[in-house]
């Protein structure tokens, strides 16, 4: 008995093989294009992050010199540094690194301007900086960053109100200075109309940063210049980079 031979549908399999060329060509020119587009970024990333990190710096400066007047100072304070970590801030169990920036006349420290975050804002973290006098009095306080609610959390922000500057010139008198909180638990700080939560996160931030600063303020100045070390290593790789 003879055994019948599958006969190949000639037409399906040329269909399949004219289907198929196409499909992986334009898979190959989707990947070149891919591939092009990622050296693109990266070109333009490293072309630019110079340009980039000198804008950030003026912003920086920017921010200092408004909590800090800049005729009291003479140093470079963008590149005058240190870190410091935030364990027990804010009733924080996980520690972060912040970094504490050194205003100084003729080699002498006289404020600080201290990172720190709120952890219990409204919307959620509150990033904020704290000038520091060393009579460990307020210089002035910004909100860097924040999530809070616009129209009535926002209002920590200097250019929607002038709340935050109700810090410059307070003291914390003692670890219970009950003073230091708003109005509605019977503290000196205003609360906002509808928004009580975000001025508490904030003064309660303050308040802490400068307990911190009170207990530290030998070992803050005392610590090698985070800044300078930064930089030199960027250098170093950069030179490194540059001799291969």
């Not at 060509?25 to 630019?48: D, R, Y």
Request: with cysteine.
């Amino acid at each position: 008995m003879t055994k019948s031979v599958p006969q190949t549908n000639e037409p399906d399999a040329q269909k399949k093989s004219i289907f198929h060329l196409p499909i992986q060509k334009n898979s190959q020119i989707l990947a070149l294009f891919a591939i092009a587009c990622t050296a693109i970024v990266g070109l333009v990333n490293e072309l630019t992050k110079d340009e980039i990190q000198a804008q950030a710096q003026q912003q920086l400066l920017r921010t200092l010199d408004s909590i800090i007047e800049p005729n009291r100072y003479d140093n470079n304070i963008t590149e005058d540094c240190v870190n410091f970590s935030t364990t027990g801030l804010n009733g924080q169990t996980n520690s972060a690194m912040q970094t504490a920036y050194i205003a100084r006349k003729a080699g002498k420290p006289i404020a600080i301007a201290m990172t720190n975050t709120a952890p219990d804002g409204y919307n959620g973290n509150i990033d904020l900086i704290v000038a520091i006098n060393m009579d460990e009095s307020v210089s002035g306080v910004r909100v860097l960053n924040h999530k809070e609610t616009p129209g009535l959390g926002d209002k920590v922000e200097l250019r929607k109100s002038d709340w935050v500057t109700s810090f410059t010139g307070k003291q914390i008198l003692s670890d219970t200075d009950s003073r230091w909180a708003v109005t509605k638990d019977d503290g000196m700080f205003d609360q906002f109309t509808g928004a009580t939560i975000t001025p508490r996160a904030v003064v309660k931030s303050v308040r802490q940063t400068l307990l911190y600063f009170k207990e530290n303020k030998q070992a803050l100045l005392a610590r090698p210049n985070a800044c300078l070390i930064n930089n030199e290593q960027t250098t170093e790789s950069a030179e490194v980079s540059d001799d291969k």
